[in-house]
């Protein structure tokens, strides 16, 4: 079945940092793909998506960019904040009928120290 | 933000007892999902409808039930809670159907529910 596999955390950055989490997938066919974000005591937050080969997500400084050919799509920053701390989810979506299920990596946990 | 408010926000409930989480939405929109989020599994699906009556199983339905009477509100049933289910859980709305495919999902702030 389909599934995602992100890197495990938690990740410790220095302020103005350069951030990647890597995220592959495994699926049938052409999935979307998406980054959510969860702050501290919060719901999820769509950061950006792509819904086809090369395409780039860009969001808040954040960038993904959906590489078929190596089935993955990694989460990069360049500059890092403090605000930026909270647990990232690589997630897809496909499913027969189109049901818009999610399948979600088990999250990385991204610390940002001043 | 979406639409989507989820009650209660926390709760404590006993072994064996029944409780029943809600989500309601002022967006109109089709789809709604429940799922619950555990360290080292991310979010999996519970639950979820397409249509008013109209629902199907996730990942992880067994111990769950669902009901969907109004567009607006889904709710999530445990027949008899048991510790595993000590977890938090999110509602999440799509509007796919309304719109292009692959669209993506809007989450509430989660229901943290604990049972001892």
């Known amino acids: 079945g389909d599934s995602v596999t992100q890197m495990e955390g938690p990740v410790t950055l220095s302020e103005e940092a350069f951030l990647t989490i890597n995220c592959t997938y495994t699926a049938t066919g052409y999935p979307s793909l998406f980054w959510y974000v969860q702050y501290p005591g919060e719901g999820l937050q769509l950061l950006l998506k792509?819904?086809?080969?090369?395409d780039k997500g860009s969001n808040k400084g954040f960038e993904a960019t959906y590489r078929k050919e190596t089935t993955s799509f990694h989460l990069e920053k360049g500059s890092v904040q403090v605000s930026d701390s909270a647990v990232y989810f690589c997630?897809?979506?496909?499913?027969?009928?189109?049901?818009?299920?999610?399948?979600f990596g088990q999250g990385t946990t991204l610390q940002v120290k001043p | 933000d979406a639409g989507i408010t989820q009650s209660p926000r926390h709760k404590v409930t006993e072994t064996g007892t029944p409780v029943t989480l809600r989500c309601h939405q002022t967006?109109?929109?089709?789809?709604m999902y429940w799922y619950r989020q555990d360290p080292g599994h991310g979010l999996r699906l519970i639950h979820y409808s397409y249509g008013v009556k109209d629902t199907d199983k996730g990942e992880v339905s067994d111990g769950y039930s669902v009901s969907r009477s109004k567009t607006e509100d889904f709710l999530l049933t445990l027949e008899s809670a048991t510790s595993s289910q000590t977890s938090v859980y999110f509602c999440?709305?799509?509007?796919?159907?309304?719109?292009?495919?692959?669209?993506?999902?809007?989450f509430g702030q989660g229901t943290r529910l604990t049972v001892v």
């Open positions: 999440a709305i799509s509007p796919r159907g309304q719109a292009p495919m692959n669209t993506e999902a809007f």
């Open positions: 997630a897809l979506s496909h499913g027969s009928g189109n049901t818009g299920k999610l399948i």
């Open positions: 792509a819904t086809k080969a090369d």
């Open positions: 967006e109109n929109h089709r789809y």
